[in-house]
């Protein structure tokens, strides 16, 4: 019955009052922050643009940095050692896309939405659905990966048992409300000063750990490495070496090497990122945004390191494996060790509000792209761009959202949702950035091809994911089909789990080809007004009066 | 607080202004140069040294998990760890360059427009 008692040692009073202060202090700072705040598009998509560089910055790491970056990345390198850490590398190399390529040319072309960007020079109507078809796809997947996830830290830290679905239900209800909750009263505003509060929280978290650990070792990383190594026993000297995961035959690493390229050229992609970059007055504090989120991120992915590494030491691999939630116990295990109980309520509500923050994000990226590209632009075509009806549009949709999520977060409860946040980064890459790059630097580019990249690369993605061992055909090691979404079926063809190698390039090929083949004009003055507009960023500094 | 709500669409103000005069002169010729001349070397340099590393993590298993010295310390590691050098630097340049030689020019040229189009 251990097994099923969550963290063992783990205080389920200390755990909740921690979490229910952190709720309570950032409900606060939600409605101090909006205390005179204008009803318009433009206060709740993007606080006015009124946030400084290193502000965003830091929301930029809280957005960014989900609980599947903490526990997950934490626990994958102290059971699989350095195939852990690849992960953290493609995601922190990832932001040099964003800071050299998208950044600053889309705070200065867009407003609100990707699809601003996207359908600048385009036909309005098609290119603003499709914009927002992917970009709700994208943040579906994305939300419903950590709605999902919830439930499973619940086991893990509140002492909920693992079978308890009752009780993980609840938990994710209760998540949800408080999402809809930031977003209703705060807007991106709030939001934002959500996820400032939960980085800054996060990373000192991860700071104190790291140095503790070190401080064990008297600060020698070749001493901690060789304690993992021994504490693992037989197999630990795979730890120190890449391949304990993907090395196993030729097919598994060549999906590595498909998820190396979804993860470096997904992050770009992203809508919850890309908003952000709106958040800010000018490119310049956009580029400000972008280097203060690569430091801290970076840092953060340098801690993880230590913390796999140091719950490898100390906890040791068959303690993890053994606990409810296995890899993700990672780091509450070596909280536990290392502070007792009450530094594991910190963690728990630490992982907590990462997620609470992420899933903000996401709704109000989501909701801003359902209510300015669908309802404003297409079917009001443009009417009430921006005004009070639109907002009413977002505030209504953001509650759906959350009321989605809510109940595909307890219906995917329990179900592997490591894909679904793989997948988010797949349709980014392959439907998003294509399309992005294209439309900023490719003068023919058109709305044919724009169409074609967006709604092929989104389809091939999802096509290949369906018929890969993520949805059917995964054996167990007795040979039962049991490690797929799906189970007792095999209907895969499709040999990787990861789509990115295929779908990435054909993407960019079909964003050509649509183009070329097509007899759409591009528009050489509205391409002209768009690149000047994009390097030097005409009309929007003025936007901003405070 | 008031945010100017008039020029929500990409259409903007009453359009007295010849983007594509802009474009084709000199100086903005100049600005995009400068840029695309940073971006786009780097962007293929960064990549290819991230696929490097992927590669090599991948189908060289044995050269990352050689360990350096009586440590335990491998190839690998070392390697991880200047994709982090890497990243921050090429942050730290880009930054630099970009305050310096684009953001000067940048201005110039939005203040001209700015002024000519009202």
Known sequence: MRLAAGVAGSNTVINITVFAVFVAITLGVVLYVNRRR????????????????????????????????????????????????????????????????????????????MGDVLAFRMRQSPVRAAAATSTLAVTFFYLLAQMAGAGGLVALLLNVDAKDKFTQSVVIAVVGVVMIAYVLLGGMRGTTWVQIIKAALLIIGAAVMTLWILGKYGFNLSALLGDAVKTAGATGDKLLAPGAQYGKNGTTKLDFVSLGLALVLGTAGLPHVLMRF?????????????????G???????????????????????????????????????????????????????????????????????????????????????????????????????????????????????????????LAFAVAASANLPTLLYSLFWKRFNTAGALWSIYGGLAVT?????????????????????????????????????????????SFLLGYLGTVLSKDKADPERYAEMEVRSLTGVDTAKALVH | MSTDLSKDEPSPPPDVRDWEAVQS??????????????????????????????????YAPAFMGAKLGGSNITVGLIFGLLQFVSTFAITFAYVRFADRRLDPLAGQLRDEIEEGGR
């Open chain 2, 25 to 58: 002169s000199p100086e903005f010729q100049d600005l995009r140069h400068r840029l695309r001349r940073f971006v786009f070397p780097v962007t293929g340099l960064f990549l290819a040294w991230y696929l490097l590393f992927v590669l090599l993590a991948t």
């Open chain 1, 462 to 506: 999802i096509f290949l994911i369906v018929f890969s061992p993520v949805v059917s055909g995964k054996k167990d090691a007795a040979g039962v089909l049991n490690q797929s979404m799906i189970q007792g079926v095999d209907f895969h063809w499709f040999p990787l789990e990861n789509p990115g190698i295929i779908s990435i390039p054909l």
């Open chain 1, 296 to 422: 801290l991120i970076g840092l953060f992915y340098l801690f993880t390191l230590v913390l796999g590494y140091g719950a490898g030491a100390l906890v040791g691999p068959k303690a993890i494996n053994d606990a409810p939630g296995k890899v993700n116990s990672a780091a509450p295990l070596l909280a536990l060790q290392l502070g007792g109980p009450v530094l594991l309520g910190i963690i728990a509500a630490v992982a907590f509000a990462t997620i609470l923050a992420v899933v903000a994000g996401l709704t109000i990226t989501a909701s801003a792209s359902f209510a300015h590209d669908v309802y404003a632009n297409v079917i009001k075509k443009g009417q009430v761009s921006g005004k009070a009806e639109e907002v009413r549009v977002a505030r209504v949709t953001a509650v759906v959202i959350g009321v989605v999520a809510i109940a595909g977060g307890i219906l995917a409860n329990g179900q592997n949702i490591a894909f679904l946040v793989a």
């Open chain 1, 38 to 113: 204008a009803n318009t598009a433009a206060d709740f998509y993007t606080a006015g643009g009124g946030f400084t560089g290193p502000q965003n910055g830091i929301a930029i790491s809280g957005d960014y940095l989900s609980a599947a970056s903490f526990l997950g990345i934490a626990g994958a390198i102290a059971l699989n050692g350095y195939d852990g850490f690849l992960f953290s590398i493609g995601f922190l190399v990832a932001w040099l896309v964003a800071l050299l390529l998208v950044a600053e040319l889309l705070r200065n072309t867009g407003r609100y939405t």
């Open chain 1, 278 to 294: 709106y958040t800010v007055p000018n490119a310049r504090e956009a580029r400000r945004s972008v280097s203060w989120a690569i």
